[in-house]
């Protein structure tokens, strides 16, 4: 098993495959269906060779041709079927027809599943390497009335149509198993996927859990769950707080990006925001009806004093959520890694909305040491065709002067390609700006409202200050400490 993923196999036993599958089996009331689109089924097939598996399966169909998938599950109008809801469709209709043929008064103490996956393989010219959505609705109790589900995407990155059969087979038991005997621990079910497969043969991109066991559950730290074992590079979460799949979220759209510690949410960050939206919007190159703002941290910053604090993502999270935007976490530290994992989903109009600091340091030869090209190949990666920098200023604490893209000062060597980029239009500055407000920081908000000094809260956009009041967002640790003490 891969190191990145913090399991310790010397001290903790594995089940194998066919010991999950034959404890599944062996079990009188786990009772349910497969339905597996595309690549086979290739997850009934280790319940039916581990044997006992009549016990267990109800049913398992691959209804491969789309004329008959249609005429099970409905049509897809849009003609995508390797997608979440078509996964949704599959687990529903399979889970009504179980509720429908299997008595309750024969079968009192059934617990019922569904188990669906919808995967498309790496095709013929091995472009696209193949994704796949999987999927389990289950109960742990046969008198509740509410199904718990787990859904997850995953991306295959073995370059053998055969190898990604394989390994979607025994995610599906391992997801399977764990929703029957890790549910308690969800933190924990996330590495279990990866039991008896290598690191590098997937990447699981996004993960919700849902129903009256997982109540809960935060899908946002499932989220930075993800990041944190290395199983993909960016995540995603809407204003609802449910995960988003990124693919799905950047396909085809045009997209502004604004990076930031947003702890607190300020009213500079969202003063950049809206004036570099204007700016963005207005570009011709621009569908504002495929137009999407994200909100980006990235992992460095959330490890900025030390181990990661889960309290202190979510208390971010909250705030980005309850204005309404879209926040990814990622493990971009260097801009041009962002834009190269953006390219990956769109050929539209990219924005970047930064200050002046972080323009300093994009051209800061330091950060690209590791490339064999140097800042030339992360720049070429970074400043494409559709890409341009919305430059919000900075006020100089001692001058007193407004730096802009005009006067800022980068290293002697890089004066001549900051030319470059600048009179090719990539850098563009933000002129609109409050200047009422630029002597604000995260950090110094963050400060007063620890130390409980005043003025913190005309800092922030309207409502904020009251959420954090109200919730001890930012403030939990010293409040607690604080009635430790007095105890």
């Known amino acids: 098993m891969a190191s990145v993923l913090k399991r310790d196999t010397a001290f903790e036993n594995i089940p194998s495959i066919k010991a999950k599958t034959l404890r599944i089996n062996l079990n009188p009331d786990i009772y349910g269906t497969f339905a597996e689109i595309g690549a086979g089924q290739e997850t009934a097939r280790h319940f039916f060779r581990s044997g006992g598996a009549s016990g267990t399966i109800a049913k398992a169909m691959s209804a491969y041709d789309k004329d008959f998938s249609d005429a099970i599950y409905g049509d897809e109008k849009d003609g995508r079927y390797v997608t979440q809801p078509r996964l949704k469709k599959m687990l529903s209709h399979e889970m009504r027809l179980m509720e429908e043929r299997i008595s309750r008064d024969t079968h009192p103490e059934r617990l019922f599943f569904s188990y669906a996956n919808t995967v498309a393989t790496i095709d013929f010219s091995k472009r696209y390497k193949g994704h796949g959505w999987v999927g389990i609705r289950f109960q742990l109790d046969p008198h509740q009335k509410e199904f718990d589900e787990i859904i997850l995407h995953m991306r295959f990155k073995q370059n053998e149509a055969r190898l990604q059969q394989e390994t979607l087979g025994i995610v599906g038991v391992n997801l399977i198993y764990g929703a029957f005997y890790k549910y308690h621990k969800p933190r924990k079910l996330l590495k279990y996927l990866y039991d008896h497969i290598d690191q590098d043969t997937i990447e699981i991109d996004m993960v919700n859990f849902s129903g009256p066991n997982f109540k ?70 621009v569908d504002v009806e495929k ?15 030390g181990e990661i604090d889960e309290q202190d993502f979510m208390d971010r999270a909250e705030l980005l959520c309850s204005l309404g935007h879209t926040v990814m976490i990622s493990k971009f530290q260097e801009y041009y890694r962002l834009v190269e994992y953006l390219n990956n989903y769109t050929k539209a109009h990219i924005g970047l909305t930064m200050g002046v600091n972080n323009l300093v340091d994009i051209f800061d030869e330091k950060y690209y040491r590791h490339l064999s090209g140097g800042i030339l190949e992360a720049f070429g990666k970074l400043f494409f065709k559709e890409l341009q920098v919305y430059l919000y200023p900075m006020k100089n604490a001692e001058t007193g002067q407004i730096m802009t893209s005009n006067n800022i000062k980068v290293h002697p060597r890089m004066k001549e390609l900051y030319k470059f980029f600048k009179y090719n239009g990539k850098v563009m500055d933000i002129i609109d700006y409050d200047p009422e407000i630029m002597h604000i920081f995260s950090r110094d908000v963050l400060k007063k409202l620890i130390n409980n000094e005043e003025g913190w809260e005309d800092m922030l956009p309207e409502g904020i200050a009251e959420t954090i009041k109200e919730k001890n967002l930012f403030t939990r640790k010293m409040v607690k400490q604080k009635e430790e003490a007095k105890t």
């Open 216 to 285: 809960g559950v935060d899908n946002r730290l499932m989220s930075l769950q993800l990041i944190r074992n290395d199983m993909t590079d960016a995540v995603m979460f809407g204003p609802d707080g449910n995960n988003l799949l990124p693919a799905t979220i950047l396909y085809k759209k045009n997209i502004l990006a604004l990076r930031g510690s947003f702890r607190p949410v300020t009213k500079v960050n969202m003063d950049m925001f809206e004036k570099s939206y204007d700016i963005f919007v207005r570009d011709p190159a």
């Open 291 to 305: 137009a999407i703002v994200i909100f980006e941290i990235t992992l460095a910053n959330l490890k900025a004093s």
